[in-house]
């Protein structure tokens, strides 16, 4: 069974410009959560999805961030326009859809994004 | 949330069991408890989780205070593989909060 993906593995852009990532979650899996470590610090929440809507977006930084899964499947986040501070990496996971099945996470490899 | 307090570091000899402690005094009764660990440059990976009850798996065995305000984690052999950063998590959704961790070296 294929694990949850995330593309690109890499991402260097400028200050200012967009960036798209993507993660495809295992299928099957209706919740989907993203994540990020910037500067070196602790993993932090960021979303969660349950199918196509968001259940809990409390940690997403602010509106220069912008998280869909339409149909709810893949996901992207859109960082626009991306800032210094926004490097790091960033984490997808995705659970299954019922309790306790969803307490389990399975995280994808993560994409790295620096901004120059 | 519930947050947990664990070790920064710990060493372990290869083949050897290893008990890596975590604190979680103001867990909720309905809160598991998960262990992921993380290598470098991957994605955190799922070790284990348990409520209650103690848990094994083919990675690891959790072991649960009556009190469920502290577990630890075991390993039962240590292997080289066995080194990363593993984190000891209680709560979910905005609550399934990771902490710096427990940094776990593995002696050859």
């Known amino acids: 069974e294929a694990g949850v993906t995330q593309f690109p593995s890499h991402s260097v852009i400028e200050k200012g410009q967009t960036v798209t990532l993507r993660c495809d979650p295992i299928s099957g899996h209706d919740n989907l959560y993203w994540y990020r470590r910037v500067m070196g610090k602790e993993i932090k929440f960021l979303l969660h999805f349950v199918k196509e809507s968001k259940q809990d977006e409390s940690g997403m930084p602010n509106n220069r961030f912008l998280a869909e899964r339409t149909g709810g499947t893949y996901s992207t986040l859109k960082v626009q326009p991306a800032e210094l501070e926004d490097s790091g990496v960033y984490f997808c996971?995705?659970?299954?859809?019922?309790?306790?099945?969803?307490?389990?996470?399975?995280f994808g490899p993560g994409t790295r994004l620096l901004v120059l | 949330d519930a947050k947990t307090t664990q070790p920064n570091s710990m060493e372990s000899n290869e083949e050897e069991p290893v008990h890596l402690p975590c604190n979680h005094s103001t867990i909720s009764g309905t809160d598991y408890i998960h262990w992921y660990r993380q290598l470098p440059s991957q994605g955190p990976e799922y070790v284990i989780h348990?409520?209650?009850s103690n848990v094994n798996n083919r990675m690891a065995s959790l072991a649960i205070a009556e009190d469920r305000k502290s577990s630890t984690l075991i390993l039962h052999r240590a292997t080289l593989r066995d080194a990363a950063v593993y984190y000891c998590i209680a709560g979910y959704g905005q609550n399934f909060v990771f902490g710096p961790g427990t940094r776990l070296s593995v002696l050859p």
């Open positions: 996971a995705s659970s299954e859809g019922s309790w306790p099945s969803q307490e389990t996470q399975y």
């Open positions: 348990g409520l209650t």
